[in-house]
């Protein structure tokens, strides 16, 4: 996908009421701080369900806070520490499935910010995330599956969070 103009997709996206936008395989027609700043600048009202390409984590956070009817969220190639007190933004988030760039994706704020949508969120799925405790999994009580990927956990921590529940290929289930 190359995009030109974002003001004009974002009022076409409205128009046809789109509620999907896989931007994956988007090709950056500008230098990319200059695209994150024109998306940055438009609305997207209708989309619900988003699949982002490589974004640095300050720039996730500033568009959390234009989109904040977003149900889904899949931001693979995360850069940079996110500040999850930006999720909370997102009173309608059931799915978000967050993944470092490269190395180990850092979460200024833990999971505690995201206490807000439990009753809402889901699906968690935090691959190669670092530096979170037992106490950022106590606000999450309402998942129905959690990956637990390539977070670095000691056996102990895994039994406080993981405790009672069945493990299956890298996943537990929550019950």
């Known amino acids: 996908m190359q995009v030109y103009d974002w003001q004009q997709l974002s009022q076409f996206l409205t128009q046809v009421k789109c509620s999907h936008l896989d931007m994956r395989k988007m090709v950056f027609v500008k230098e990319r701080e200059a ?11 209708n989309v619900v369900h988003i699949q982002l390409p490589r974004i640095p984590g300050p720039t ?3 568009f959390f806070e234009n989109a904040p009817q977003l149900q889904v969220v899949n931001s693979p190639l995360v850069t940079n520490a996110l500040d999850t007190a930006a999720l909370a933004r997102l009173g309608q988030l059931t799915d978000l499935r967050l993944k470092a760039g490269s190395g180990c994706l ?18 968690l799925s935090l691959l190669t995330v670092t530096e979170l405790t037992d106490t950022d999994y106590d606000v999450l009580g309402t998942l129905s599956n959690l990956e637990q990927g390539h977070n ?3 056996n ?11 493990q299956k290929s890298g996943s537990a289930g929550l019950q």
């Open 156 to 166: 102990t921590n895994l039994k406080c969070i993981f405790g009672g529940m069945s």
């Open 35 to 45: 695209t994150w700043a024109d998306i940055l600048g438009v609305t997207l009202p």
């Open 60 to 62: 996730l956070a500033a």
């Open 152 to 154: 670095q956990f000691t």
């Open 106 to 123: 850092q979460l200024d704020g833990g999971l505690k910010p995201l206490e807000g949508l439990a009753g809402t969120l889901t699906k």
